[in-house]
């Protein structure tokens, strides 16, 4: 269900920076100017989000991931509730340089992260010296701070959905470098062709982003309720044809039972 133009004005989703900072490539998004600061044209923003999260439902109905990121203040604490969510990985406190374009090694550290992890609960920890404990938890949580978000990405993800493309330039280099789509909140300040599906909104406001994270995360959810149902029905079909065939197997048996007690015993 599309949200509304009215849900979207209350939330200050309109307002867009000052004029002075403008992007002109947002031009086509930009309703008027008012005050020195560009407001941005909310049905434009209602068309692109619809399209936006038709898209990345069927991302997530292949059962892919989408990685969400978003390091501002603003954002960043909503955007790993919204991920935990929808189960999906994400990059919250800072962007790695790499961890897309160079992600066997990436993988490399989230193993190393673990393993440490595995010391503690083995018991390997209680063998060490006060001062080796201390070193390995401390790289284990600078670890944790940066990596754990995509402890569980085995693979690349599918695509990113993005806060900020100013700001998260690094991730936006790595994913076009990369072929991986892009799905961001594009402010007045942003160029919108650097992505494949811009939203365009106010990047600032707590409200603005609580509001157009929870409509992209609910578009995944429902992605995902359809796999769930898909994979549902197509075990259920299995079992229905399983069944059946068992039963035409059985009727084979006894029909072939019955002709030969009718058939007439052989002469002494």
């Given at each position: 269900m599309a949200v509304s133009t009215e849900k979207l004005?209350?939330?200050?989703?309109?307002?867009?920076?000052?004029?002075?900072?403008?992007?002109?490539?947002?031009?086509?998004?930009?309703?008027m100017e008012q005050n020195g600061i560009h407001i941005i044209d909310l049905n434009k923003t209602s068309a692109k989000l619809e399209e936006a999260k038709h898209a990345i439902a069927n991302i997530a109905r292949t059962g892919r991931k989408v990685m969400y990121v978003a390091t501002k203040k603003q954002a960043k604490e909503f955007v790993e509730e919204s991920a935990k969510k929808v189960n999906m990985p994400f990059a919250s406190q800072r962007w790695l340089g790499g961890m897309l374009t160079n992600f066997a090694t990436v993988r490399k550290s989230i193993k190393k992260m673990q393993s440490i992890e595995k010391m503690?609960?083995?018991?390997?920890?209680?063998?060490?010296?006060?001062?080796?404990?201390?070193?390995?938890?401390?790289?284990q949580e600078k670890l944790q701070r940066v990596l754990g978000g995509i402890e569980d990405l085995n693979r690349l993800p599918a695509a990113l959905f993005i806060v900020d493309i100013k700001r998260e330039h690094i991730a936006v280099k790595e994913a076009q470098k990369l072929n991986i789509p892009i799905f961001a909140i594009v402010d007045t300040?942003?160029?919108?062709?650097?992505?494949?599906?811009?939203?365009?909104?106010?990047?600032?406001?707590?409200?603005?982003?609580?509001?157009?994270?929870?409509?992209?995360?609910?578009?995944?959810?429902?992605?995902?309720?359809e796999r769930a149902q898909a994979k549902e029905q197509a075990k259920k079909d299995k079992?229905?044809?399983?069944?059946?065939?068992?039963?035409?197997a059985e009727a084979k048996a006894a029909a072939k039972a019955a002709e030969a007690s009718e058939s007439p015993a052989p002469e002494a």
């Open positions: 004005l209350e939330a200050g989703v309109h307002f867009g920076h000052l004029t002075s900072k403008w992007n002109p490539k947002m031009a086509p998004y930009i309703f503690k609960s083995d018991g390997t920890f209680e063998n060490m010296n006060k001062k080796e404990r201390l070193m390995k938890t401390r790289e300040n942003s160029d919108p062709t650097k992505v494949d599906f811009p939203i365009p909104g106010n990047d600032d406001s707590a409200k603005s982003l609580h509001i157009l994270i929870t409509e992209v995360t609910d578009a995944i959810a429902g992605g995902l309720q079992d229905e044809a399983d069944i059946a065939k068992e039963e035409a």
